[in-house]
């Protein structure tokens, strides 16, 4: 993944969404360092693997160390997979089907 600038006024804001969704996923995203002392504390970010963006051998090293972890996923995520969709639309048609049948007889 990318990493947003690191210039001292640039605004890593707007690219917040492109790490939700991936920590959303259950994928590890390496990201800037952060300066505010909220971020670097902050027990839930476990997946947010921080580099120096103008280190190219620390950058090495957190890709190569993160292509060797495996990719966590929150149980809850699977509802949101098609085949979830797909189980819950049959059941639904299933239903509306056995309604139908039961109104003409």
């Not at 997979?81 to 819950?88: I, M």
């Amino acid at each position: 993944m990318a990493m947003p600038g690191s210039r001292k006024n640039f605004d890593r804001y707007p690219y917040r969404f492109v790490n939700l969704e991936a920590l959303s996923s259950g994928m590890h995203v390496i990201c800037s360092k952060v300066n505010y002392k909220s971020e670097i504390n902050d027990p839930n970010i476990k997946m947010l693997n921080q580099v120096n963006p103008n280190n190219k051998r620390e950058l090495i090293n957190e890709i190569t160390k993160l292509f060797n972890k495996k990719k966590i996923t929150n149980p809850l995520i699977k509802k949101f997979y098609f085949n979830h969709f797909k189980n819950r639309l049959e059941s639904m048609t299933n239903i509306i089907d056995a309604h139908r049948k039961t109104k003409k007889n």
